[in-house]
């Protein structure tokens, strides 16, 4: 069983910035892909950013060159630097990782963007 515990979200201005964690119960490089995805209200679950198998890293067009991914092995944690925020990354977000055929997802955590 994997567990993701994610944390850091809360109520940010726009262009402010926010740093998400997720603490997995397991190495971060023992996942197929692990990664963050965003759900706004009465919108799809969407991509945001995350690292395949192979290492590369994969970001949705809406976010590239504001939100960072990152990772320390020894925390067995994934981040995610968000600068430069707008009202339309207002989101639940998750942190999901794919292992050997399963996936799994945290329990989200809230970011909203406003003034």
């Known amino acids: 069983q994997v567990q993701l515990v994610e944390s850091g979200g809360g109520l940010v201005q726009p262009g402010g910035s926010l740093r998400l964690s997720c603490a997995a119960s397991r190495g971060t490089t023992s996942f197929n892909a692990m990664g963050w995805y965003r759900q706004a209200p009465g919108k799809q679950r969407e991509l945001v950013a995350q690292f395949t198998n192979r290492g590369s890293t994969n970001y949705a067009d809406s976010v590239k060159g504001r939100f960072t991914i990152s990772r320390d092995n020894a925390k067995n944690t994934v981040y995610l630097e968000m600068n430069s925020l707008k009202p339309e990354d207002t989101a639940v977000y998750y942190c999901?990782?794919?292992?050997?055929?399963?996936?799994?997802w945290g329990q989200g955590t809230q970011v909203t963007v406003s003034s």
């Open positions: 999901q990782a794919n292992l050997i055929g399963l996936t799994y």
